[in-house]
């Protein structure tokens, strides 16, 4: 059985966590106690994950290190990684990290598979198998969003994952390419409005979700573009708290704020929808790909559907890695990962266009 570190005991982390168990031989490393203490199946660690040289001494020997902590550690925890010589995945959506990554991948004997949760991630793989089916590609458009079914403040939003995530993107600039040529835009922009199933939303650039797909599809497109998705009225109270009352620069009073007045919910959808325009044959075309996620029980536990939606991903990707359906060194790219072939898989299954509301988990995942 091969053995994987997880490196983050939190929401997703321990979520990764329950998945894995009993496929691979897990350890989970966080310098939490108390939320190792609630992981079960598998050996935990308690540490401080800020030493890559420590970090690479206890992930020693694991087939693969999937990194699951916050985005500021993306980099220690890849480099420990690579010293010692395991496969390299993560969640991260931070721009400068992932192309730290990409750097430590440079001749590396083992893959470095970074931004393999929802977005980017699995958007990057759904919008990349669209833009297969096209001759000449003209406008490439990514929306998604984690969203509380039942909103009830003015925010229209819940806690459904990492607070400095959430912050991070809402502030960091947004790759695109506009007009064929690849620029920075600012996050929070941009805003627009759309329906689907007869609820209205907005969504707004926010940092990190294209991916490498910015610099895949460089001279082929003619626009491309990632938003987040959310009810209306969201971006602009973000907007007033961020650039008006300056908490851009305050990010960890603007955690604490948030974290203090805005509730969690397990009770979330996560949208996913991506179109892409272009030619085929000669005529112009537009594809769409459109899905709904919800919470459901997993292992006789409720988890949200970002939680189901970003560690399923990861697993999906570390499985097709670990059978051999990947390349096995080097940078490896969401675009990379055939489309088809992550659906099939028993994590990638939790993406089906089904009724996932009502639907139970694979009987392998199941609670016994």
């Known amino acids: ?115 393999c949760g929802l977005a980017p991630g699995f958007i990057t793989i759904a919008a990349w198998d669209l833009c297969k089916h096209f001759d000449t590609l003209h406008d490439v458009r990514l929306r998604v969003g984690a969203l509380p079914r039942y909103p009830s403040n003015a925010l229209n939003y819940n806690l459904t994952w990492s607070t400095d995530g959430v912050i991070n993107e809402y502030c960091e600039p947004c790759e695109a390419i506009v007009g064929g040529t690849l620029r920075e835009v600012p996050a929070l922009e941009e805003c627009e409005e759309f329906a689907l199933d007869g609820v209205t939303y907005e969504a707004f650039n926010t940092s990190g979700g294209l991916g490498t797909l910015c610099q895949t599809l460089a001279g082929k497109v003619r626009n491309l573009n990632y938003r987040t998705i959310r009810y209306p009225g969201h971006a602009a109270i973000m907007k007033a708290l961020l650039n008006d009352l300056n908490l851009r620069n305050r990010r960890p009073l603007l955690k604490d704020i948030l974290e203090n007045a805005v509730p969690a919910t397990l009770q979330d959808v996560v949208i996913v929808f991506v ?10 075309m537009q594809e769409t790909y459109v899905n709904k996620v919800y919470a459901q029980v997993i292992g006789g536990e409720l988890k949200s559907a970002i939680q189901i939606t970003t560690a399923g991903a990861i697993c999906a990707v570390l499985d097709m890695l670990a059978d051999g359906q990947l390349p096995q060194s080097g940078f490896i790219r969401q675009e990379d990962i055939p489309l088809a072939d992550f659906l099939g898989n028993r994590f990638g299954r939790f993406y089906a266009p089904e009724d996932h509301a009502h639907r139970a988990a694979p009987p392998s995942l199941a609670a016994e």
């Open 1 to 115: 059985m091969l053995k994987v570190a997880i490196v983050g005991a939190g929401k997703i982390g321990s979520t990764i966590a329950g998945l894995l168990a009993g496929a691979y031989e897990v350890v989970v490393i966080d310098q939490s106690a108390k939320a190792l203490a609630e992981i079960g199946g598998a050996t935990t660690i308690s540490m401080a994950i800020d030493d890559p040289a420590a970090l690479a001494q206890a992930v020693d020997g694991c087939f693969a290190v999937v990194n699951a902590a916050p985005y500021q550690l993306t980099t220690i925890v890849a480099r420990a990684a690579k010293q010692a010589g395991a496969h390299y995945l993560d969640l991260t959506e931070d721009v400068a990290a992932s192309r730290v990554v990409r750097d430590l991948a440079e001749g590396a004997p083992t893959a470095f598979i970074p931004q």
């Open 275 to 284: 179109t892409v325009s272009g030619l085929k044959n000669g005529k112009l």
